[in-house]
């Protein structure tokens, strides 16, 4: 079958060609599933997945989180054997520096829990926090955690890894292939409509990231799942970067950076930055970026910019993700709304979908993230958002 041609059936239908949807798509098909096919509007990697940062880590405050993120670390560890890609992982560790006695009992309180389910995770001294990474200035710090296995790799290293994958094992995975309608009777889904044609299907598995929202509207199901652009800037070469800099993240604003390379990725939020499909570069939000250099890495105001890009956060009200299935229409299913912590999730978030479409129970109890929590006023924060 060509791969700009839709089969008429499917036992699965996968919206979005993310990292998300790649590793639903090679875990279903790992599993024996027979007839996967994964629709992306674009091409494989090109909505928020390749405009990440690449960093990959365990240390949030939720535990759910905390089990998803000691999941996919192992897994992006073994990447080059299963499913079989080198996705250049450099577990250099992520430093994160805090200015506030209420950021180190917060980050007190979420080592323990990596420490209790296995993970190395630490509080360090200024000191140490200085030497792992010299550029920054501790002046206003009061505390630093340190997760010597995390790291950064690539995004679309990772895409291509899973996708490859899945397509030797039997999935079909379609580019330029727009959903365009969700055919509900009762509460079972029985096809889809897309921009290549019709498919008939009882699955749908939402993975739109960003464009979950409109996703979850065709099968009248509620994802709230908001856009909001986010940018990263590459620096010219910096002399004297040592080979294992962590990726560093001033907490306190969100200022962050990892190597390149001889360059430097640096991102950061921007507070005044008003959800929506932005895409496109703006240069509003550098004079924030150069007041959190001069803070916290003032000698990197020397150092020139060589290009960057605009991507999208895809944000819950209470910044954790979606997973699970709609209650009120059968099978269908949805991994989404991040906030930020997708791309470092997608290996094992790939396997609880794969789980709760076989009926099988996943190795961690996701039910805290299933959508209905809004509902039922009963969401739960994540705090270690960048």
């Not at 959190?292 to 003032?298: D, H, I, L, Q, Y």
């Not at 809004?374 to 924060?381: H, I, K, S």
Request: a negative charge; aromatic letters at 6%.
């Amino acid at each position: 079958m060509s791969p700009t041609t839709l089969p008429e059936s499917a036992d699965v239908v996968i919206v979005g060609g993310g990292v998300m949807g790649t590793s639903i798509a090679f875990h279903l098909a790992e599993a024996g599933v027979r007839r996967v096919l994964l629709i992306e509007q674009d091409s494989l990697g090109s909505g928020s997945t390749c405009k990440a940062a690449g960093g990959v880590r365990a240390n949030f405050s939720d535990e759910v989180n905390v089990a998803l993120g000691a999941r996919s670390l192992r897994a992006f560890a073994d990447f080059a054997v299963r499913p079989g890609q080198e996705i250049d992982l450099h577990q250099v560790g992520y430093l994160f520096l805090l200015s506030t006695d209420e950021q180190v009992s917060s980050f007190e309180q979420s080592t323990r829990l990596q420490n209790a389910s296995g993970g190395p995770t630490r509080m360090i001294s200024l000191d140490e926090a200085v030497a792992l990474a010299p550029l920054i200035s501790p002046d206003g710090l009061v505390g630093a955690c340190f997760s010597p296995d995390a790291g950064h790799c690539s995004p679309e290293s990772v895409v291509l890894g899973y996708a490859t994958a899945a397509r030797r094992l039997g999935a079909h995975l379609v580019t330029g292939c727009a959903l365009t309608g969700i055919d509900v009777v009762g509460n079972s889904i029985h096809g889809v409509r897309t921009t290549l044609g019709p498919v008939r299907t009882s699955t749908v598995i939402c993975a739109a990231g960003a464009w979950s929202a409109e996703v979850g509207q065709y099968a009248g199901v509620e994802l709230p799942v908001t856009p909001l652009r986010r940018q990263i800037v590459v620096t010219e070469a910096v002399a004297g970067l040592p080979d294992d800099l962590p990726m560093t993240i001033d907490f306190d604003g969100t200022f962050y950076f990892h190597r390149e390379g001889p360059r430097l990725l640096v991102g950061m939020s921007d507070p005044s930055e008003e959800p929506g499909f932005h895409l496109d570069r703006s240069d509003a939000w550098l004079p924030g970026l150069t007041e959190a250099m001069e803070r916290r890495a003032p000698s990197l105001l020397d150092v020139g910019l060589t290009g960057g890009w605009a991507g999208l956060y895809e944000n819950t009200p209470d910044h954790n993700a979606l997973i699970g299935e709609a209650d009120d229409v059968s099978r269908f299913l949805y991994a989404t709304g991040f906030s930020g912590h997708g791309f470092l999730q997608g290996p094992a978030v790939g396997e609880v979908i794969r789980d709760l479409w076989l009926e099988r129970t996943p190795f961690v109890d996701v039910s805290p993230l299933h959508a209905r929590r809004f509902r039922d006023a009963a969401a739960r924060a994540e705090f270690n958002v960048v």
